[in-house]
């Protein structure tokens, strides 16, 4: 259990999310990417992604409620979403006990793809006709991946790229995407007994430096070309996911 009256520990939740905050602000994403990244080099994968609760459900409902067409978007994935929470369902416990070595090479996978898929500006297509079958898809696979690594952009993001969507709908839809993604794998934490008060307590605490990098990262993605900051993130993000990986592999 990992010692919450710890300076060194709370100093690194603190810089992690306002980290994490600044990165979601610039670019509209990557808050729980960056967190669960940077935290598994010294928590265990579930106690990361309890941590993550709080900032992740406040930061997303923020970008849900700012854009221009949520009732047409929630007719439209409303499938996608009933499919995230049947694969974070599916993959409950993933994250915890025996699984969690496992779990944290799988994060350290989904940051390479994840990386590899941004820095290669890959932007697949997908025809409206398809989508009654794709997305119930997609979000079943984002489940299952929440569900074992705490990361929920995955297929979601390339989904929701692929389908169409204009610039302010797409910030909209990825905000209703991590919403329910981080709904759904709060309650399965909680079902699993992660989530206990002191975690809580501490995921509340960590939303104050999210927002503010939040804050930071918006007033600054009005003056860097976004392009730019994109590839220093991806670049760093797939240097994270291959340390992970590697050890995960060879052991601490």
Not at 72 to 87: E, H, I, K
Not at 131 to 144: D, F
Not at 178 to 203: C, H, I, K, P, R
Not at 217 to 241: H, I, K, T
Request: glycine content about 12%; aromatic content about 8%; hydrophobic content about 60%.
């Amino acid at each position: 259990m990992p010692n919450w009256d710890s300076p060194a520990l709370l100093a690194l939740v603190g810089l992690t999310f306002v980290l994490a905050g600044f990165v979601k602000g610039v670019i509209g994403l990557g808050l729980p990417t960056i967190a669960m990244g940077l935290l598994s080099l010294a928590l265990p994968p579930a106690q990361a992604a309890a941590l993550l609760v709080v900032p992740s459900l406040v930061t997303n409902i923020w970008q849900l409620a700012a854009g221009p067409s949520f009732a047409a978007l929630a007719r439209r994935l409303w499938t996608m979403m009933a499919g995230v929470c049947g694969g974070v369902w599916a993959g409950s416990g993933l994250l915890a006990g025996e699984y969690a070595r496992g779990a944290t090479l799988g994060l350290g996978a989904a940051l390479i793809v994840y990386a590899i898929s941004g820095l290669a500006s890959i932007r697949p297509r997908a025809r409206r006709a398809h989508e009654i079958w794709l997305s119930p898809l997609a979000g079943a696979i984002t489940g299952v991946i929440t569900a074992a690594t705490g990361v929920f952009v995955i297929p979601a993001g390339p989904y929701l790229q692929a389908i169409g969507l204009e610039k302010e709908e797409l910030v909209q839809a990825l905000g209703l995407s991590f919403t329910v993604s981080t709904l759904a794998l709060a309650a399965s934490l909680a079902d699993a007994g992660v989530l206990e008060m002191a975690v809580f307590t501490a995921s509340l605490m960590a939303l104050i430096p999210a927002l503010a990098g939040m804050l930071l990262g918006q007033w600054l993605r009005l003056r860097v070309r976004p392009e730019v900051f994109r590839r220093m993130f991806f670049s760093g993000l797939l240097a994270l996911g291959a340390y992970i990986v590697t050890r995960s592999l060879i052991g601490p």
